[in-house]
């Protein structure tokens, strides 16, 4: 925080399927707080969830470094620097901008993997199936299933629970961050590449559930292990028993409350 008045504004990043108006409850505690927070969807995202769906083909080839490029854009060079708290591919965009200098602090929740991260377990696997398992969709976007959305986020949540989140929240997502990832390893100059040993960068927080079967629990320790052989401020926050969903589903303001008390921590 640069004055006891005027906290660094929060930039909350979405992830993949899920729409930016998911983050309302965040954006409502967080401005209780004192906070100035705001939600901006991804390039090509409509304002709504019904007008996503309508007009999915604008995610199209919507790849990682425009996503990077689309929040530094909206960011600007402001007085003082927000702080970016993403999810998943979000949690992926937020680590880049803090690299990039962009961002004062940043938050991954259970962050889409970085270039370098060798780990890729089962589950893992099946959930980014419906989108790796045809070559076609590296150019277009894909929606989840109800059964798809249970087993990728809502896997700790009963059967009705994410079905609600899925028909209240979900929208196409693009295919190209997904195959970007996944291949990172193969390309030196891959666009899910970022700097984990620079020094001179702001606090990053790293989060993980137990059960998430998106990005695994050892996925995002193998990250965090990455980080801690830099000297920069990194810590890693581990969710007994939340899966995926954890941002928007009944236990998400438990998330929070530790994003929150971080910040306090950290002086934002």
């Given at each position: 925080?640069t004055t ?17 108006a ?24 409509s ?5 996503t ?6 995610l199209?080839?919507?790849?990682i470094?425009?996503m ?10 402001p ?30 929740i259970?962050?889409?993997p ?19 398992g ?29 079905d ?44 993980s559930?137990t ?12 990250v ?33 409350d ?7 921590s950290?002086?934002?």
């Amino acid at each position: 925080m640069t004055t006891a008045t005027k906290p660094n504004p929060i930039l909350f990043i979405h992830g993949l399927w899920i729409h930016s108006a998911a983050w309302q409850p965040w954006l409502e505690l967080f401005g209780s707080h004192g906070y100035t927070a705001t939600a901006p969807g991804w390039p090509g995202d409509s304002p709504t969830v019904a007008e996503t769906r309508e007009n999915p083909d604008a995610l199209n080839d919507m790849g990682i470094a425009q996503m990077v490029d689309h929040y530094t854009e909206l960011i600007g060079t402001p007085e003082v620097k927000p702080v970016a708290i993403g999810h998943s591919f979000g949690g992926l965009i937020a680590q880049e901008l803090l690299a990039n200098g962009v961002v004062a602090a940043a938050i991954a929740i259970d962050p889409a993997p970085i270039k370098g991260v060798k780990a890729l377990p089962y589950a893992q696997l099946k959930s980014a199936f419906p989108v790796l398992g045809n070559p076609a969709n590296l150019h277009r976007t894909v929606s989840l299933t109800a059964k798809q959305f249970h087993y990728a986020f809502g896997n700790t949540l009963t059967e009705e629970e994410s079905d609600a989140l899925h028909a209240e929240w979900t929208i196409p997502g693009a295919g190209l961050p997904l195959f970007q990832d996944a291949a990172a390893n193969f390309f030196p100059h891959s666009p899910a590449k970022v700097d984990t040993h620079l020094a001179e960068r702001g606090p990053l927080l790293l989060t993980s559930g137990t059960e998430d079967h998106v990005v695994p629990l050892k996925v995002t320790k193998e990250v965090f292990g990455k980080y801690s052989k830099g000297s920069a401020d990194t810590e890693f926050h581990v969710f007994d028993g939340k899966g995926h969903s954890l941002t928007i589903d009944n236990g998400w303001k438990e998330v929070a409350d530790v994003a929150l008390t971080w910040l306090a921590s950290k002086g934002f």
